[in-house]
């Protein structure tokens, strides 16, 4: 059941009774990982983004300080896909499901004395989801700390890894995701069938861009007739081997920095003469 996680840091395995007695709750780490059930090009499986985010937290939780108290909740394997849902195969909840879902695991999670939740979110269709369940988690309970944080955005060097093109084009089923499925779901990647699909290009004077700062709202069949977004013909496992390896380094990091982290709170310093 704990999949790529610890078994000493699987949430589910505790008792009640050890949750109860757990020392120092306001500062135990919780992480839900976030993902989708969608199509990945013909030679990935629907379960990328959450095998994805599962492995990776599974990776640095080996990697954290057994004094640092972190524990995996089960992976939200569902997600907000419908930019997806042309390809036969994809599931999608709509953003109210999702955020509802989202808000009452923070309910309970509060009411059982946690006050640090991070919401480790891995397809790229519901970051502003995230954030804005973070927000009005805080609203609701002013001493739970959310963190709505993206997989990939952690501190890392993938781009190393990859071509220029790829950095800027690949967002979908490409080089990287291909080879961290390699890495981690070897048996499930079907690299006879991978092929490179990069969307078509904008005019070049255009101040518009598909997740730039001024972005146009696309979905999925707009971009690519494979599904793919980028080219994951040049995955390799080595590749998937090194990225598993420095994304999670990124998250020990983050997660040891949420451990210390204290909400500021601005009533607490004297007024501004």
Known sequence: ???????????????????????????VVLILPVGAIEQHGPHLPLIV?????????????????????????????????????????????????????????????????FRKLVLMN??????????????????KYDDLMVFPLFTWRVPHNVGELLSL?????????????????LSILPEQVKMEKAIAEYPPETPKDSLLSMEGKLPFAWVTKDLSKSGVIGDPTTATREKGD????????????????????????ASLYSNPT
């Open 122 to 139: 891995s397809h790229g269709g519901q970051p502003q989801i995230m954030e804005i369940a973070a927000r009005d988690l805080h609203l």
């Open 242 to 265: 090194r990225i598993l390896d420095d994304v999670s380094d990124g998250w020990v990091k983050v997660i040891k920095d949420i451990y210390t982290f204290q909400q500021p709170n």
């Open 1 to 27: 059941m704990h999949s790529f996680i610890p078994p000493k840091r699987f949430f589910p395995y505790l008792t009640w009774k050890e949750v109860q007695e757990m020392p120092d709750k306001a500062n």
């Open 165 to 181: 093109k790829e950095k800027e084009f690949g967002i979908h089923a490409g080089d990287a995701e291909t080879s961290l499925l």
């Open 49 to 113: 983004d959450a095998a994805i985010g599962v492995a990776v937290l599974g990776k640095a939780l080996k990697k954290l300080d057994s004094a640092i108290p972190a524990f995996a909740l089960p992976t939200l394997y569902y997600g907000k896909s419908n930019e997806h849902w042309h390809f036969p195969g994809t599931i999608t909840l709509n953003y109210q499901t999702l955020m509802a879902t989202i808000c009452e695991i923070g309910d309970s999670i509060y009411r059982a004395g």
